[in-house]
């Protein structure tokens, strides 16, 4: 199967096979959906980028740049990184009601592993307890964002949800220097949901909203019937 993550122009394949792969496109193409996005612009300066960002970000960026994180990037993840992810993400997944992360999304990211396109990083307390995750997958000069996922539905301390908001913020943060360090051009914010409190937190970070067509693509019958089992077994996670 070929994967085709950011494609900017039509790419013909000369086999016929049943799923021709996986795109997160500026390409229309009829398989595909077209969602919103947010593109944050690396050739920026840091200078630039932190002035884009909304007054409340900046804030909380640097309180959090005062306390003892620790933000991990994991450019060569391995197996055990992905699945110390999953964990984590599924008990964000029980508390935000959303779809789990099943075998399906474990092998995927595996495969990008495989391919060196996936990065996982994430922020650590004082005592080394993992605050916040988020994944990424890359082509060298695009990052995209697969999953995030932190525990602020979980506390109901006030101050504890604060210490959150922060430290998801500061990754984000750090991870856009990141990127921008290792010379990709596009930091995508990983899509702009119809939710106006999820659509407003990405907003504040800057950038411009884009059309991108994502989604899997099936050359033939026997593909449309892989694509419908695998959509069947999602819903059962």
Known sequence: MNSYYFLKEIVSTEKLID???????????????????????????????????????????????????????LEKPSIADIRAFQEFYNQFATFANTYSCNSFHVNTMNMLKDKNALV???????????????????DGNIAFCLYSASHFRM????????????????????????????????????????????RSFKMEFGGEIVHVYSGYE?????GQFILWLRIKKMKKG
């Not at 996005?37 to 409340?56: C, F, P, V």
């Not at 996982?120 to 995750?133: F, G, H, M, P, S």
């Not at 908001?165 to 990983?190: C, V």
Request: glycine residues 2%.
């Open 19 to 73: 799923i021709e792969g996986f795109s997160h496109s500026l390409v229309p193409k009829k398989q595909l959906q077209q969602f919103e996005t947010l593109y944050i612009d690396l050739t920026k300066s840091e200078t630039e980028l932190l002035q884009n960002l909304h007054r409340t970000n900046r804030k909380q960026i640097k309180k959090a740049a005062d306390h003892h994180f620790h933000i991990q990037v």
């Open 120 to 138: 996982i990083t994430k922020i650590l307390n004082e005592e080394n307890k993992v605050l916040c995750y988020r994944v990424y997958i890359s």
């Open 155 to 198: 506390k109901e301390n006030s101050e504890e949800k604060r210490l959150l908001s922060e430290a998801n913020r500061y990754l984000i943060w750090r991870n856009i220097l990141y990127f921008k360090s290792r010379n990709h051009t596009i930091f995508d914010m990983g899509g702009l949901t119809t939710n106006p409190n999820i």
């Open 218 to 222: 099936a050359n033939t019958k026997i």
